[in-house]
Every structure is written in C-alpha cells, then in structure tokens.
C-alpha cells in the first residue's frame, strides 16, 4: 500500500509534467495515423464507383468515363462467388464501402 500511496503522491506533486507528457504522445498518435492516411490515400486511386445492383445490366461500367476507374459491384441477385443478403436498400451498401475501405 506504501507504494501506491507513493506514486498518488508523485502524481498530485507533478500534474502539469505528466499532463505534458500524455500531450505528447498523444499527439504524435495523432500525428501517425494522419501520416498513414494521407500516405494511402496518395498511393491510391481516390475515386470508385460503387455499384449496387439486382440483376441488372453492366455494359455501362464499359463505356467511358466508367471504364476509367475502379468498380465495386455489390449483386444482391443469383451470385456464385459473393454471399451478401439483398437489404432492399442501396445505401446499405454504399456506406458499407466507405467504412470497409478505411
């Protein structure tokens, strides 16, 4: 109990170096994943078309400007390869892009 009371007593004695301290390294936190981000965001192409279907026809996506950038199709149809259940909403899976991306 000695110990804990000591390092309370260390802890009300120097605030403001400890507050400081966690300012720091919370900033250079902060500091890396901005970093991170903008990096990725740089190495990357920032424009995708998203495309949430039911069977419909693509022959659009091959046609220019379309055919320019990369395409993520969500088919809530028959589909062998993808199992995502049909939500009967778009935005389901527009905004289900954005967050799996970053």
């Known amino acids: 109990m000695e110990l804990v009371s000591q390092i ?6 120097n605030k403001i170096e400890i507050i400081i301290v966690l300012a720091v390294i919370i900033f250079f936190i902060i ?23 039911y069977n419909e026809e693509l022959k659009w996506l091959n046609e220019d400007p379309f055919s320019r950038y990369p395409v993520i199709c969500y088919n809530k149809g028959v589909n062998e390869n993808y199992k995502i259940k049909n939500m009967k909403i778009e935005i389901f899976f527009f905004l289900f892009s954005i967050s799996f991306d970053f």
Do not use: G
């Open 8 to 13: 309370i007593d260390y802890i009300k004695k």
């Open 31 to 53: 500091m890396y994943k901005f970093r991170y981000l903008i990096e990725t965001l740089q190495n990357k192409n920032t424009i995708e078309i998203v495309v949430s279907r």
